[in-house]
């Protein structure tokens, strides 16, 4: 099944396209027409003439040449025929962004299902109703119907985000735009009438762009083909995903002992456990996990800790985390050891965690960076650096930066604090260097990265086990 | 295949006497068929049945009402622990079904499972159940108060492999018990994978079965026993 039309478009319908500019199909016609979208965008409206200096044409089958995608913003009384109309001009794929639908019971689910039953057997796919679409900033498709004053898009990054929530979606995509976090696609997918958090996935399995998949789900309705989509991604890359309403009591017949220990979140946990899948029990660990995923290399085998601070405190906290999570600090090779001692104060102890003390400076940093981080006993660095202090300038984002380039070892900062950490935050973030405002959050993103390692050596070791077993 | 269709008969044959869960024997002879090591057992009809079989067995023994009305057997005095000797087991029989009569007078009684009394051990949970989302799945948990307090257990979607069995077994807060504590030999951590594979594939085999108990499972130095089983079928099954 070929999803690219969604995302590689080379001409575009927009189904009620309006000249009133806070309709949405205004918006999104907007969207493609003020863009650097390369391709044709075509209004569909039978009451107007031209809309922005466009020609309009009544119906999509009135559309010169070929339509890849049809983005509908029109009431749900009116989308069945459209939907006629898009299986009879041979459209590729459609977007439905009007509500009205499953989602509001009796009428509205049998229009739903009357447009399930029009696209069987056609070759059109369907992403939504009742949702806000894709976000593509690659080929610059934006169907999302909110003014970007409002709803600012992200720029382009390695991380594809899926949610089944429009307006969750929306919220982390203008968040996600303050923080500096590039997004590969976004595709909110409603009421999923045709497309699926297990296309997609099977899609974003093979996207050169893609280097992390987050998803937002509340249900997921083909759950094995889900478990199966997500094992394929996983050999590429990490799948983060937030799952709502894991707290909701499982209604199941207790005439076992395991059936009334086997709540529906213990099961999507273990589901999840045994696919690879990471599970974000917060928003904030969703994209926590997924830029550290999607930034930094994997560790290799060894996996242990080196806590780089000026911030006493920070440090033992982060410790505490890291103990906590049962993973461990690293012991410094005596060539570390040597190389600190003839370079740190004499008050600073050179042990993991490595405290560089108030006074360290950039240089100082990164003559420590450099020592640990080609340490063989570290596999991953902690950097906290805590920039209420005058030591310390903004170029310590390149000495973070260069050490995590050289070394190529996964490597995250924890920094908390006002206007000048968050310029520095951003900074690294524009370096693909994950920070975060606790050791509790850094240390979680870290755990993220050893736990998708084991899930990759875990495929590893399945893979020579069936080399083993088939001469 | 010969196993697979024993086992499907079995099933099969509840189901249509309108049975919602297998007897004892049934479900112990279902476990046999997947590798899963049960206890040696005997049905007996009466006394002298019993106590010829339980010579045959070796002491001790324990004996299991059969029938199909109940389910929970401890609950109904149908279980009696620990029959250390041929006079001690003379005793227990008429008592056994002497209290499920009481408790329960119109429950059928099928006979009496007479089994081999297992050695304390390590105490585990498996258990199987039929997801409405993901389809059969296996549960892992350490026995006792780790299971009924803390919930210490955990799930895996079928198929489980060795790998998925051992981090399984990895993941839970008790598991280094099984390691060995106080002194303790190490359980055998192979047999338990085995089961938990077992239990895999007999839960993707059978698509009648919702809901299986194997509580507990005696974890050994050498070896597991599995000195309970319950399965429940899906006809009665409202969750699903």
Known sequence: MDLEPFFKPKTVAVVGASRKPRKFGHVIFKNFVDSEFEGAVYPINPEAETILGLKAYPSVVDVP??????????????????????????????????????????????????????????????????????????????????????????????????????????????????????????????????????????????????????????????????????????????????????????????????????????????????????????????????????????????????????????????????????????????????????????????????????????????????????????????????????????????????????????????????????????????????????????????????????????????????????? | MFALKECENIIQKALQEGRSSLLIPESQQICKLHHIPTPVSHVVQNVDEAATKGKEIGFPVVLKIISPQILHKSDVGGVILGIADETALKKAYPKLITEVNTHNPNAKVLGVLIEKMMSPSTEVIVGGIRDSQFGPSVMFGMGGIFTEVYKDVAFRVAPVDKIDALNLIHELRGSKILEGIRGQPPADINALVDVLIDVSSLMSQHNAISQLDLNPVIAYPDGVCAVDTRIVLAKNDGGE
């Not at chain 1, 299986?87 to 509205?108: D, L, P, Q």
């Not at chain 1, 987050?214 to 991604?233: H, M, N, P, Q, W």
């Not at chain 1, 017949?253 to 696919?275: N, R």
Request: hydrophobic share 40%; charged share 20%.
């Open chain 1, 65 to 471: 040449g070929e339509l890849d995608l049809t983005v509908i913003a029109v009431p749900a009384p009116k989308v069945p025929s459209i939907v006629d109309d898009c299986v009879s001009k041979g459209v590729k794929a459609a977007v439905i962004i009007s509500g009205g639908f499953k989602e509001i019971g009796g009428e509205g689910a049998k229009l739903e299902s009357s447009i399930k039953e029009k696209i069987e057997g056609s070759s059109l796919r369907i992403i939504g109703p009742n949702c806000i679409g894709v976000y593509d900033p690659v080929n610059h498709v934006d169907t999302l119907f909110l003014p970007k004053y409002r709803l600012r898009r992200p720029k382009q990054g390695p991380i594809a985000f899926i949610s089944q929530s429009g307006a969750f979606g929306a919220a982390v995509l203008d968040w996600a735009t303050s923080q500096e976090i590039g997004i590969s696609k976004f595709i909110s997918i409603g009421n999923k009438v045709d497309v699926d958090e297990v296309d997609l996935l099977n899609y974003l399995a093979d996207d050169p762009h893609t280097k992390c998949v987050t998803l937002y789900v509340e249900g997921i309705s083909r759950g094995r083909a889900f478990l199966d989509a997500a094992k394929k991604t996983l050999k590429n890359k990490p799948v983060v995903v937030l799952k709502g309403g894991m707290t909701k009591a499982g209604a199941r017949a207790t005439m076992s002992h395991t059936g009334s220990l086997a709540g529906s979140a213990q099961i999507y946990e273990g589901a999840f456990k045994g696919a690879g899948i990471i599970a974000a029990q917060t928003v904030d660990e969703l994209f926590d996990y997924a830029r550290a995923l999607a930034y930094q290399p994997m560790p290799g085998s060894q996996k242990n800790v080196a806590i780089v601070t000026n911030g006493g405190g920070f440090g033992v906290i982060s410790a505490d985390e890291i103990s906590r999570r049962g993973l461990g600090l690293a012991e410094f090779s005596s060539n570390t050891l040597e190389r600190l001692r003839a370079n740190l104060p004499d008050y600073a102890i050179p042990h993991d965690p490595l405290d560089l003390v108030g006074d360290a400076d950039v240089e100082r940093y990164r003559m420590a960076l450099d020592a640990v981080s080609s340490d063989p006993n570290v596999g991953i660095i902690l950097v906290i650096v805590l920039l209420q202090t005058s030591f310390i300038e903004s170029d310590v984002v390149d000495a973070i930066s260069e050490a995590s380039l050289a070394s190529g070892k996964p490597m995250v900062v924890c920094t908390i604090g006002g206007d000048f950490t968050q310029m520095l935050v951003k900074m690294l973030e524009e370096d693909h260097i994950p920070a975060y405002p606790t050791p509790g959050r850094a240390v979680s993103a870290i755990n993220s990265l050893i736990q998708y390692r084991k899930v990759q050596e875990d495929i590893e070791r399945r893979t020579q086990q069936s080399q083993v077993n088939s001469p």
